[in-house]
């Protein structure tokens, strides 16, 4: 049997009208106990936008709840490299992984998942993929440690730099890019790196062939465990507990978050059929519920490496520790 990994992505997703203090606070608690429970891995996202998903520094973060916990992994999840100065970001990424003794991925990507996140820094996708691209095209060459790396670009420059400390982890941190384009899976192919998706089954078949040619390329082997996939999760004793007391929350979050904020359009139909289709395609129910979708999810991809959870709280935060119990202890044997 498979072991799958389990894992929290912590985007977060909080209300505006929270206190944002408390908020972070009972996230932090919230790592604490996947901590105790065995979950795998934490990763943290980076947004500067929106008051919704409110952690501007993952790596702050991620130093914080490395203080408090003993053996879980963490992940920033992602850091936006076309906002930062290469050096800056490596620099910073080095640190962490000698403060957490290599309990650091440095995950990275374009960003826009909020669109305000590239906007506010007056960025479009392209030229975000375009600096994304740059930047780490830098940081590789200052890890191969190969001698002074002078670059000088549109938005940044570095004229003989090096690195003034090695990370922790030989040879470095672990990378992992939110991407599904076949260049940027490539490149996790030839850096052992993992891809961080959403719930997309169907792909990843293509996710692998591009994961492997990269491997290839650099004398690895590709494996499955290097897929992560992400859904939101919510569970309770019952199907209807679980089903009827995420609902409100989550209706919610899709009128005033997706369309108020990010202007997605509203569904056609009604907004309780909406809510069944977004059941549906994440898992949401009792633990039986669980089970058997996760079963279904391996058995359409043909089997990855773990799945990372969206952390909501709209059925009230008893019920969401509630839930995270209930997947370690009911859930998640079955796939280990």
Avoid: C
Avoid at 281 to 293: E, L, Q, T, W, Y
Wanted: net charge negative.
């Amino acid at each position: 049997m498979v072991n799958v990994k389990f894992g929290l992505f912590l985007q977060p997703l909080h209300h505006p009208s929270e206190e944002p203090t408390a908020a972070l606070e009972r996230d932090l608690d919230l790592v604490v106990l996947l901590d105790e429970l065995g979950y795998d891995q934490v990763w943290v996202g980076e947004h500067h936008s929106s008051g919704w998903e409110n952690i501007a520094a993952p790596e702050a973060f991620i130093a914080a709840a490395a203080e408090r916990t003993e053996r879980i992994r963490f992940g920033t999840g992602v850091i936006q490299l076309g906002i930062h100065h290469p050096l800056v970001a490596l620099d910073r990424m080095i640190f962490l992984d000698h403060l957490t003794r290599g309990r650091t991925s440095f995950g990275f990507g374009v960003g826009g998942g909020i669109p305000s996140d590239l906007t506010v820094f007056g960025l479009d996708k392209e030229t975000a993929g375009r600096r994304t691209a740059e930047s780490l095209d830098v940081m590789l060459r200052l890890l191969a440690d190969d001698g002074p790396v002078t670059v000088e670009a549109d938005w940044f420059e570095v004229h003989d730099a090096e690195l003034q400390m090695r990370p922790y982890t030989e040879p470095h941190m672990e990378f992992a890019v939110a991407s599904t384009h076949p260049a940027n899976v490539e490149m996790m192919g030839r850096l052992g790196g993992q891809v961080l998706m959403g719930g997309l089954p169907d792909r990843v078949s293509g996710v692998l062939d591009a994961l492997e040619a990269g491997a290839a390329s650099a004398g690895r082997r590709a494996t499955r465990d290097q897929i992560r996939f992400s859904y939101v999760l919510h569970l309770a004793d019952t199907t209807d507990e679980a089903v009827e007391g995420f609902r409100d929350g989550a209706k919610r979050e899709f009128l005033e978050f997706q369309v108020g904020y990010n202007g997605r359009p509203r569904p056609a139909g009604s907004l309780d059929d909406w809510y069944d289709d977004y059941v549906a395609r994440n898992i949401i129910g009792s633990p039986a519920d669980a089970v058997a979708r996760i079963r279904a999810i391996e058995a359409d991809s043909g089997g990855i490496g773990g799945i990372i959870f969206m952390n909501r709280e709209w059925a009230g935060v008893e019920a969401n520790r509630k839930s995270w119990r209930l997947f370690a202890e009911e859930v998640a044997p079955n796939f280990q």
